[in-house]
Nanobody, 116 residues
Framework: QVQLVESGGGLVQAGGSLRLSCAAS????????MNWYRQAPGKRRELVAA????????NYADSVKGRFTISRDAARNTVYLQMNNLRPEDTAVYYC?????????WGQGTQVTVSS
């Protein structure tokens, strides 16, 4: 089992920045990738950023490329999502997810609200 705890959400004005954190514990050796998703009201959950553990490769949704950065601190078992130049359309609940191969683990979610 893997436990994920997110933090760092909040209210910010358009153009501002926030950094989300996701601390992992438990069977972290089974994790292949750490990802950030988001879900806005009335919309499907979407993948925002992905970090492959084995080679450090990252991928981003087109809507956040150049503004968001996913990074990992292996010593702290923590993944971050640095979000810059935030827009009102970035408003959503952001979820951290761990890909454990045959299992997926999710955090509780953290609200990000961007005011115009």
């Amino acid at each position: 089992q893997v436990q994920l705890v997110e933090s760092g959400g909040g209210l910010v004005q358009a153009g501002g920045s926030l950094r989300l954190s996701c601390a992992a514990s438990g069977s972290i050796g089974s994790i292949n990738a750490m990802n950030w998703y988001r879900q806005a009201p009335g919309k499907r959950r979407e993948l925002v950023a992905a970090h492959i553990i084995s080679n450090g490769h990252t991928n981003y949704a087109d809507s956040v490329k150049g503004r968001f950065t996913i990074s990992r601190d292996a010593a702290r078992n923590t993944v971050y999502l640095q979000m810059n130049n935030l827009r009102p359309e970035d408003t959503a609940v952001y979820y951290c997810a761990a890909d454990g191969g045959t299992k997926a683990y999710w955090g509780q979610g953290t609200q990000v609200t961007v005011s115009s």
